[in-house]
């Protein structure tokens, strides 16, 4: 049996198509204007790609919504799924948002932090301190027992060494450096690593603790670390190992 199919039917059907196209179209235009909306020497666009496309996806659900065909409408389980999908883009921007803003607080608490140390005498984990022509590389060091002999080596970046120190067991455990090389001449401005050979009474090595000491005169942030100055080299500042307080020691701890 051949159901008739009325005029009135053919125009509603005719015009349900039309307007998908008209949608599609318009979704089509909206979507160019996102890459090229403004003239040529306009700004370039900020808003995160993720918030373009969320706003896209938006309009277009409504498009689809709008200009279904009520002969056809969509079905359930579809519009469901299309349903999740929005939520879960709104919740990446969301999410997004959120850790941008983490991220910057902490980037300014540990910024503000190493700012405070600015002035103050410090001790870093490590062997490498910094020369200027004005400042001279300081060190400390440590042992759990006096040496019989001590040997300080000062070596460069590149691993030459600019002069070996024998030092006093018995003196306080500090080295400062004025850039004197073991040829008399003076050592370009830089990073210098300081190593310390320790004998005991049996000629046994003796492991001991070395570290860079000096003022802090800047910090910074760099590739999302705090960094702090001190004579031209930089330290991290989980490097940090105690700060000089009102002239005593305080241990620095993470």
């Known amino acids: 049996m051949t159901i008739p199919i009325s005029t009135s039917d053919t125009k509603a059907a ?10 599609a179209q318009k979704a089509a235009a909206d979507r160019a204007s996102l890459d090229t909306s403004g003239d040529a020497t306009a700004a ?8 373009a496309d969320f ?4 309009k277009l659900l409504t498009s689809q919504i709008q200009n279904q065909n009520p002969l056809s409408p969509m079905d359930t389980a ?15 921007i969301q999410q997004n948002s959120t850790l941008k803003t983490i991220v910057a607080k902490l980037t300014s608490q540990e910024l503000a932090q190493a700012s405070s140390y600015i002035g103050r005498e410090a001790r870093f984990d490590t062997q490498v301190a910094g020369l200027t022509a004005d400042k001279p590389a300081t060190w400390s060091y440590q042992y759990s027992q006096m040496p019989a002999t001590l040997l300080a080596e000062i070596k460069d970046s590149k691993g030459s060494v600019m002069t070996t120190i024998a030092l006093d067991p ?3 455990g500090k080295i400062v450096w004025d850039g004197r090389s073991a040829l008399g001449g003076k050592a370009p401005e830089g990073n210098y690593t300081l190593s310390l050979v320790a004998k005991d009474v049996n000629g046994a090595t003796i492991n001991g603790a070395v570290t860079a000491a000096g003022t802090i005169t800047s910090a910074m942030m ?3 670390r705090a960094i702090v100055t001190v004579n031209g080299a930089n330290y991290p500042l989980d490097a940090l190992l105690s ?3 009102a ?3 305080a241990n620095v701890t993470a």
């Open 243 to 245: 700060i000089d307080t």
């Open 247 to 249: 002239g005593a020691a």
């Open 78 to 92: 579809q519009f469901t799924n299309q349903l999740v999908q929005f939520a879960q883009t709104e919740q990446s």
């Open 170 to 172: 018995a003196a306080k």
């Open 44 to 51: 370039p666009e900020t808003k995160p790609v993720i918030s």
């Open 55 to 58: 706003n896209m996806f938006l």
């Open 14 to 23: 005719a015009a349900t198509v039309a307007a998908q196209k008209a949608a």
């Open 222 to 224: 760099l590739d999302g």
